[in-house]
């Protein structure tokens, strides 16, 4: 029972895939539009070749073959177009005069009027009209009819065939030899050799299909593996930035507390130094007295913090100051003292530098600090340099005010510092504003 329902499952496939082939094999067929648009096409065509405009006819055709290529009637008159389009050009005979041999001067025939053209149109028209709605239909050759047997002695000579004296045919009684393929034990076989094979093929080409699609795959990840890499490599730079920044930061905050730690113990030892002189500064000179010529780093005594400030300038003398300043943050004196430098500035450029430069490099904080103003309001390019150095002072409160003051010429002074002295100044300012210790 088995065998049997295979046997029979087999023949319907086998009948189906039949029964398939030629719709699957038929072409597809024309829809309605189509075919009105070759007919409208077709009769353009028609018109254009009795009209004389074989080129125009000639696309037309061409056109409606490339729509549907078995267009009979279509292919027939393309060919008769082509045929008189390639006929050579009839010569026109010229009579030429004898004695010159110039030729003569034919005339030409005068144009029709205009209802005569008219009339002629209308006649081609209904010309096209009739041969469009009567078109030649196709004379089928007829065959020769079949002949019949006359004899019915010979008739029965076949072993085949025999017919009647009427020579109407009629089917022997003897046994036909059958074909070994429509045997019944050869037809199984036949059905299921037909059955291996296709299936054969179908598993070849899904076994096609999985390696294309491994391949794709296999493609696929070598392009991710690659931006794993790209993206691992980029983490590992990342952190390396992130701990040298780190690293970076731990040692500025060592440094700052060192430079603290020593703010503070130069703070304690110039405090016990003030207090054991400050009875022998009273008596001394004044911190800085007139000179021709500059006083040294070594020769100015330290502040003390109950003298006044004093500031004296002449054409020929340098700046004399007696320095004893209460607080850093006395705007009144700084003010004074900016007013002598701008003076001093003004009339003797070069020694004022070099006496704001020698105050700069001066070991107590408040000589250091009295001289920040004057070089703000000075803002020459040595000025700035000086000033640029204040900032990496020291002495916290010098630094606080350097930048302050910093920060006033960049705001004042915009459009008449160089790029390059304001790039520097942005910098500064970002530099300590990073490390979170000033509130500029």
């Known amino acids: 029972m088995s065998r049997q329902k295979m046997l029979k499952a087999a023949m319907i496939i086998f009948l189906a895939f039949l029964f398939l082939l030629p719709v699957l094999k038929a072409k597809p067929s024309l829809s309605t539009t189509q075919i009105s648009n070759i007919k409208l096409l077709y009769r353009e065509a028609v018109i254009d070749y009795l009209n004389g405009h074989h080129e125009k006819a000639t696309s037309t055709l061409k056109g409606i073959l490339r729509l549907n290529p078995e267009h009979t009637n279509a292919r027939r008159l393309l060919l008769k177009v082509m045929v008189k389009n390639s006929a050579p050009p009839q010569k026109k005979i010229i009579n030429r005069n004898d004695s010159w041999g110039t030729p003569k001067t034919i005339p030409k025939k005068a144009p029709s009027p205009p209802q005569h053209q008219f009339r002629q149109q209308n006649q081609n028209k209904l010309k096209v009209k009739q041969y469009t709605q009567n078109l030649p239909i196709k004379k089928i050759k007829r065959e020769p009819p079949s002949k019949k047997s006359t004899s019915p002695t010979k008739s029965f000579k076949s072993k085949i065939a025999r017919s009647d004296s009427n020579g109407n045919a009629f089917p022997s009684t003897m046994k036909q030899d059958k074909s070994p393929l429509l045997m019944i034990p050869l037809q199984p076989w036949f059905i299921v050799g037909f059955l291996l094979l296709l299936g054969f093929n179908i598993g070849f080409l ?24 790209k993206e691992k490599s980029e983490l590992l730079s990342y952190k390396r930035y992130l701990e040298s920044e780190k690293e970076s930061q731990r040692k500025a905050e060592e440094l700052r507390k060192s430079r603290l730690e020593e703010d503070k113990k130069r703070k304690e030892n110039e405090k016990q130094k003030d207090e054991l002189t400050i009875i022998d500064r009273k008596q001394e000179k004044p911190f800085f007295h007139k000179s021709k010529s500059l006083p ?116 004042n002074k915009k459009d008449s510092l160089p790029e390059t002295t304001l790039k520097k100044i942005r910098d500064i300012l970002a530099k300590e504003v990073s490390k979170g210790e000033w509130v500029i």
Request: proline letters at 6%; hydrophobic letters at 40%.
């Open 206 to 229: 899904v076994i096609l299909e999985q390696r294309r699609h491994l391949k794709a795959l296999t493609k696929e990840n070598m392009h991710l593996s690659k931006e794993v890499e």
């Open 296 to 411: 040294s780093p070594s020769q100015k005594p330290l502040a003390s913090p109950s003298q006044p400030v004093t500031l004296s300038i002449s054409p020929k003398s340098v700046i004399g100051v007696t320095i004893d300043v209460p607080s850093i943050k006395n705007q009144e004196y700084r003010e004074r003292i900016a007013d002598e430098s701008i003076h001093f500035f003004e009339s003797f450029p070069s020694n004022a530098m070099s006496h704001l430069s020698q105050l700069a490099n001066d070991k107590n904080a408040l000589a250091r600090a009295s001289i920040i103003l004057a070089l703000e309001k000075i803002g020459s390019p040595e000025a700035l340099q000086i000033l640029f150095r204040l900032c990496e002072d020291v002495n916290p409160d010098v630094r606080r005010e350097s930048l302050k003051s910093l920060k006033m010429i960049q705001r």
